[in-house]
């Protein structure tokens, strides 16, 4: 069931990408890369939150490393 998901994953970025990028100008160099970058960092976490869904979130980490400190 999981690899259904990434499956679906795929399929949306694909589509993002698909629909985003012919709107992006040739000499915006930056822009493309920015664009790039987000989603595979997106793909990335998205297949980890899949495979890993009950991970602690950012803020749990830090609340705990902040309660840490002042006690």
């Known amino acids: 069931m999981e690899w259904a998901y990434v499956i679906g994953i ?3 970025l694909t589509l993002i990408y698909l629909f985003q990028w012919p709107r992006i100008k040739p000499n915006q160099k930056r822009e493309k890369v920015t664009f ?3 989603m ?4 990335f976490l ?5 495979f890993f869904p009950d991970t602690t979130s950012p803020l749990q980490l830090i609340v705990s490393f902040f309660r840490t400190i002042t006690n």
Do not use: P
Not at 46 to 50: P, Q
């Open 36 to 38: 790039l970058t987000l």
């Open 10 to 12: 795929l399929i949306v």
């Open 40 to 43: 595979v960092i997106s793909f």
């Open 46 to 50: 998205s297949i980890f939150l899949v």
